[in-house]
């Protein structure tokens, strides 16, 4: 981690990344409520700063915080440009994640990578692609390299639908059947490509089916309800770490915002963004929790407040933070 100035203002040094344990009802809530706050604090500040925009996941939170929660600190994540929910979900400080977008020192990676390129070694997060399907191309490399090395951990590599309509989505899971490797495929199916609804592109209405002729096992499920994907996420790495075989995951949910902020969404149909807001993931969790009567409004206020503090020191700490100095331009590059 970097060296922080004790002089300077609103810069306490965040704390050493821990993989937070997300096995309760109210943890995965928390979960939920810090991606869906980190991404509209992060959507504002460009609005109203010009700062780079990104592109968010909102209303896809119960698919990061599914699956990440099913995963052990030896496995390893493969990501893409929507990064932010699994990054987070994984334990990265929202500060750090911050000042990495904003292009200061004290990111992940020194400002040098914005929101489509972090990664966090020390959480096993091993990239970020910001190339459609670019994960997928990498993810057989690097469980072929656990496999070999006899490490236990399994790949878990995130995607789209819109990835899943590239040829690369087709030989990643040849090579992995072939080879056995354990990668746990997770398709976030968002219902758009960039600017194209899925149903243009896309022939049915699953993408778990295409791994059957490659004789991999597959799953979808609702990727709006968080415990109903940890469910599926804990069987299908059960499955993963009993056989050393791969499997697909798919995940049936909704960006509810646009390809990449800023974005009015003018493509959109208004019922269809309307029927999916209305099965907001985290709205959905607020209201089985309160049926359940281990809850309270005020308990769910009290969680909420603790995020919204969060949030509020990541983008202090990220402002604060300095830029990166001119030597350092030519650094942790290849040649």
Sequence with gaps: MNTVS???AARSTPSSPVIPRLDQPEALLEAMLLIRAYE???STHSA???TPGTCTAVGQEAAAVGVVSALTADDLILTNHRSAGHLLAR?????RMMAEVLGRRDGYCKGKSGSLHISVRELGVVLTSTI???ELSLATGVALSQTMLGRPGIVACFFGDGAAGE???HE???LAAVWKLPILYVCENNQWQAFVHRRETMVGESVAAWAAPYGIASATVDGNDVEAVRAAARAATDSIRDTGKPFLLELSTYRLRGHFEPDDQAYVNAAELAAWTARDPIERMKTRLLAGGGFTAGDLDGIG???AARIDAAMAFAEASPWPDSTELLTDIYA
């Excluded at 334990?91 to 500060?95: E, L, Q, T």
């Design 48 to 50: 109203q700063s010009g």
């Design 6 to 8: 004790p002089t300077a």
């Design 91 to 95: 334990g990265a400080d929202p500060g």
């Design 132 to 134: 459609v399907g670019g």
């Design 167 to 169: 040829g690369i989505f």
């Design 305 to 307: 407040t603790r995020v």
């Design 40 to 42: 509209l604090r992060l």
């Design 172 to 174: 990643s899971l040849n």
